[in-house]
Nanobody, 119 residues
Framework: QVQLVESGGGLVQAGGSLRLSCAASGSIFSINAMGWYRQAPGKQRELVAA???????DYADSVKGRFTISRDKTENTVDLQMNSLKPEDAAVYYC?????????????WGQGTRVTVSS
């Protein structure tokens, strides 16, 4: 089992910045990739950004150039730096971890942290 705890959400004006952080604990050795998803009211949960153990990153088109994901494997954390925030970025953001195929490719989720962007 992997436990994920997010922090850093809040209210920010459009054009501002926020940094989300996620701390992982438990079966850290099983993690193959970590990332951030978001879910706005009435919408499906969507991938925002992800990073693999090898350092490969993936971003949603809507956040490319504005958001940066970083992972510290020593501290077992994954952060999301969000710049130039837009009202459409407002959502509940969830930290995600995926275990490797050897460990069953399980997906773990944090409790979510809300990001509100005022126009």
């Amino acid at each position: 089992q992997v436990q994920l705890v997010e922090s850093g959400g809040g209210l920010v004006q459009a054009g501002g910045s926020l940094r989300l952080s996620c701390a992982a604990s438990g079966s850290i050795f099983s993690i193959n990739a970590m990332g951030w998803y978001r879910q706005a009211p009435g919408k499906q949960r969507e991938l925002v950004a992800a990073v693999t153990n090898g350092g490969n990153t993936d971003y949603a088109d809507s956040v490319k150039g504005r958001f940066t994901i970083s992972r510290d494997k020593t501290e077992n954390t994954v952060d999301l730096q969000m710049n130039s925030l837009k009202p459409e970025d407002a959502a509940v953001y969830y930290c995600n971890a995926e275990s490797s195929p050897y460990y069953g490719m399980r997906r773990y989720w944090g409790q979510g942290t809300r990001v509100t962007v005022s126009s």
